[in-house]
């Protein structure tokens, strides 16, 4: 026979409910660091410093397109783990039902 375990559906949805706090921390990061602006003339007048301007920019768009990736990721899991505790909950209401309201 299997071994036994317990589900705590109200420890998963708080699992859940700091998913969706770090998503909108993430979004306000996010927010944040998009208006800022360095001109390409702050990396000086030497023969390579548009190459480090260009370099800088290109990290800045990569940094932006991973943050935007990690709050879908955030939501996602956020979103995953409200259902799951739904149907754990829903789960052990039936359960209990079926067995006469005796709870789990």
């Given amino acids: 026979m299997g071994e036994m375990f317990r589900v705590h559906p109200e420890a998963i949805g708080r699992y859940a409910s700091t998913n969706t706090d770090q998503f909108h921390e993430l979004e306000r990061i996010r927010t944040a660091i998009s208006g800022i602006t360095i001109s390409s003339t702050a990396f000086g007048h030497?023969?390579?410093?548009?190459?480090?301007?260009?370099?800088?920019?290109?990290?800045?768009?990569?940094?932006?397109?991973?943050?935007?990736?990690?709050a879908e990721i955030l939501t996602h899991t956020a979103n995953g783990l409200t259902v799951t505790a739904q149907n754990y909950g829903e789960h052990d209401r039936a359960i209990s039902q079926g067995l006469g309201g005796v709870g789990l």
């Fill in 46 to 70: 030497l023969p390579n410093a548009q190459n480090l301007a260009q370099a800088y920019q290109e990290h800045a768009e990569a940094s932006q397109q991973n943050l935007a990736a990690l």
